[in-house]
């Protein structure tokens, strides 16, 4: 007897046309996000926007924002670090070591850093992945001990200046190689900054056409034409509105470029690669992921090792910045990273959890430091309201959970 599917075949052009719905879980961010940029630019009366203004807040947090790129990672997987702050004073001080005192050159001693780093990430992953410690204990261990060595490698002082190459990268732009251009009541811009905004939209818009038709290809849901256009044109105005601030004041910073290339390397990683989809399967479900035989082991190890290398660029970053490598650098910033990526919408249990999320989150902590300084706040209350959006972001995550669950 054969048997056939009454039900009939549904187009992909039909698919499109599902009924309008938003996932609180993963727009709440950026909603968030959304209203805290617009309250603060009215709490300061506009200086939040201002070109030289949004430019700081992109300089004077990307450390941050790197750390989170590789926080985000170990949260997915299940674990922590704690020692995020002292690697970045510790590897801080071996550049300063190196270029300064050695006069080695600076590529070298930049490598050279980067390989310390992984060697440290090496470390603490062996310690957690195959030798079985919580990477809570492993970590908090570490905080401790490379801050000590990084007050023994300084001997308690700080070690600079750095070469110029090394400052442009933490606090330089790109240079005007066409000039500016006029753009009528906003003054001039430059030029090349300009243009790649429009071609950073353009990617955009390639990379989520390409997505919507495969999705449709394979026949599954995808956002009505009208709201996708919507989105892109949302996307759209959101990046050349940036770009053409910092166009206005010292082109694009070298930082944001830095951090751009990372961000779209990692949410590669993340979400097309075995690697990242292991990634996500070890904080998710372990014994899952064993069972389907993911190599446990070997992911939460280099994990560690990527973790090591981000925190040694950034001290590298945070070091040619303040153009000397301190005792004191690093203090709080693994708090920092880990704060921007839950609230980024990372799950305290693992499994969930995106790179850009993580970035939104790192900006957010960024904004808020940055405007309740405009407005003349003391640091106490900064802290408090840290805290505050960081218990939220987390109540917030277990609410949709369970609701999702009910």
């Known amino acids: 007897m054969t048997t056939t599917d009454a039900r009939p075949a549904v187009p992909p052009v039909e698919r499109s046309k599902r009924r309008i719905s938003i996932n609180p879980r993963q727009s709440g961010i950026y909603v968030a996000f959304a209203l805290i940029v617009v309250l603060f630019e009215?709490?300061?009366?506009?200086?939040?926007?201002?070109?030289?203004?949004?430019?700081?807040?992109?300089?004077?947090?990307?450390?941050?924002?790197?750390?989170?790129?590789?926080?985000?990672?170990?949260?997915?997987?299940?674990?922590?670090?704690?020692?995020?702050?002292?690697?970045?004073?510790?590897?801080?001080?071996?550049?300063?070591?190196?270029?300064?005192?050695?006069?080695?050159?600076?590529?070298?001693?930049?490598?050279?850093?980067?390989?310390?780093?992984?060697?440290?990430?090496?470390?603490?992953?062996?310690?957690?992945?195959?030798?079985?410690?919580?990477?809570?204990?492993?970590?908090?261990?570490?905080?401790?001990?490379?801050?000590?060595?990084?007050?023994?490698?300084?001997?308690?002082?700080?070690?600079?200046?750095?070469?110029?190459?090394?400052?442009?990268?933490?606090?330089?732009?790109?240079?005007?190689?066409?000039?500016?251009?006029?753009?009528?009541?906003?003054?001039?811009?430059?030029?090349?900054?300009?243009?790649?905004?429009?071609?950073?939209?353009?990617?955009?818009?390639?990379?989520?056409?390409?997505?919507?038709?495969?999705?449709?290809?394979?026949?599954?849901?995808?956002?009505?034409?009208?709201?996708?256009?919507?989105?892109?044109?949302?996307?759209?105005?959101?990046?050349?509105?940036?770009?053409?601030?910092?166009?206005?004041?010292?082109?694009?910073?070298?930082?944001l470029i830095l951090l751009t290339v990372l961000v779209l390397g990692y949410s590669l990683v993340a979400g097309k690669s075995v690697f990242g989809r292991h990634i996500y399967a070890v904080g998710g479900n372990l014994q899952a992921a064993t069972l389907s035989g993911v190599k446990v082991k070997q992911v939460t190890f280099w994990i560690f090792v990527n973790m090591g290398v981000l925190a040694a660029l950034a001290g590298i970053i945070f070091a040619g910045r303040l153009n000397q490598a301190g005792p004191t650098a690093g203090v709080n910033f693994e708090l920092d990273a880990i704060a921007a990526a839950f609230i980024g919408g990372a799950a305290v249990q693992g499994g969930v959890g995106k790179v850009v999320g993580a970035i939104t989150g790192g900006l957010i902590m960024a904004v808020i430091n940055n405007g309740m300084s405009l407005i003349g706040a003391p640091s106490e209350r900064v802290m408090l309201v840290k805290g505050v959006v960081l218990l939220a972001a987390v109540a917030y995550d277990i609410w949709t959970k369970r609701r999702a669950a009910s």
């Open 42 to 255: 009215v709490l300061t009366g506009g200086a939040l926007l201002e070109p030289q203004n949004i430019s700081n807040i992109i300089v004077q947090n990307s450390y941050v924002l790197i750390l989170a790129i590789g926080m985000i990672l170990v949260i997915i997987s299940g674990h922590i670090d704690l020692s995020a702050g002292s690697v970045v004073a510790m590897t801080g001080a071996v550049s300063a070591v190196l270029m300064v005192n050695a006069k080695v050159p600076w590529g070298w001693a930049v490598l050279i850093t980067l390989a310390v780093g992984a060697a440290i990430g090496a470390w603490q992953g062996y310690w957690v992945a195959y030798f079985g410690i919580p990477a809570f204990i492993v970590t908090l261990a570490g905080m401790l001990a490379f801050r000590a060595l990084t007050l023994t490698v300084l001997g308690n002082q700080g070690i600079g200046p750095f070469p110029d190459t090394i400052r442009t990268l933490s606090n330089g732009f790109t240079d005007g190689y066409l000039g500016n251009i006029g753009l009528g009541p906003l003054g001039g811009a430059d030029l090349v900054s300009l243009l790649a905004g429009v071609a950073a939209v353009a990617g955009i818009v390639f990379t989520q056409w390409r997505k919507r038709m495969g999705r449709l290809g394979y026949g599954q849901d995808v956002d009505p034409f009208p709201l996708f256009v919507l989105k892109l044109a949302g996307i759209a105005v959101l990046v050349l509105a940036l770009v053409v601030q910092l166009a206005r004041f010292k082109n694009l910073p070298w930082v």
